[in-house]
């Protein structure tokens, strides 16, 4: 395998259920990152680790719980969801963060989510 | 707040060339931009700094205007396979760990032979 892996590439759950996202990179990177893809609406930038440390938390609900155990692998685990949270959910790899420094992201192809 | 990107989508006929703008209403260190096509996922194209500095590695050009606090996407002899959507993350240079990018809603660009 080759670059950043997300599986599974699609989940359908129920309001009730716990289910995990993960996400694997390749890369020899040091910094992964969650975001959320909605129709019609911008990237939205959900977590950010920095050699496993959590280095942002945009404002996400707390059913919403990342994971980070080693800078290859990055989990984001789900229960008790809305249907609004029905998204694609992508993961991405950057080298690592710095102060004013800016490293192109690779980002997975996704998972495909949907809340029932 | 997230950078307004004009146009919303342009289609174009091989060979044309397009631009694509993304704007702020904020004062910006730094402007990516992204291309993603349809059921992939987004792929860097440019890295954009205050001061002047860029990173790409594309046929793509781009520029950054710190004082208008925009920036243009330049798709010249446009080709097939520039079809997609095209985004712009900006960031404000506030977050000392240098991670946080405001994404645009996008711009769809179609080509056609």
């Known amino acids: 395998e080759t670059g950043v892996t997300q599986t599974p590439r699609h989940l359908v759950m129920g309001m009730t259920n716990k289910k995990s996202l993960k996400c694997e990179q390749h890369l020899g990177h040091n910094a992964m990152y969650w975001y959320k893809q909605s129709a019609k609406k911008p990237l939205e930038l959900m977590f950010v680790?920095?050699?496993?440390?959590?280095?942002e938390n945009n404002s996400v609900p707390s059913r919403f719980s990342p994971e980070c155990p080693n800078s290859s692998h990055l989990f984001l685990h789900l229960h008790t969801l809305q249907p609004e949270d029905s998204a694609l959910y992508l993961c991405?790899?950057?080298?690592?963060?710095?102060?004013?420094?800016?490293?192109?992201?690779?980002f997975g192809p996704g998972t495909r989510l949907t809340v029932t | 707040q997230q950078p307004v990107q004009s146009p919303q989508a342009v289609i174009l006929r091989e060979g044309e060339d397009a631009v694509i703008n993304c704007s702020s209403s904020?004062?910006?260190?730094?402007v990516h931009w992204y291309r993603q096509k349809h059921g992939e996922a987004p792929v860097f194209l440019m890295i954009l700094l205050k001061g002047g500095e860029q990173k790409g590695h594309d046929k793509i050009s781009a520029s950054f205007n710190e004082k208008k606090q925009q920036s243009s996407l330049y798709l010249t002899a446009s080709q097939l396979s520039y079809s997609g959507t095209y985004f712009c993350?900006?960031?404000?240079?506030?977050?000392?760990?240098?991670?946080?990018?405001?994404f645009g809603e996008g711009t769809q660009l179609t080509v056609n032979p």
């Open positions: 904020k004062a910006l260190y730094s």
């Open positions: 993350g900006t960031d404000d240079g506030q977050e000392t760990s240098g991670s946080r990018l405001t």
């Open positions: 680790y920095n050699f496993k440390e959590q280095t």
């Open positions: 991405a790899s950057s080298p690592q963060l710095w102060f004013l420094n800016y490293y192109e992201q690779y």
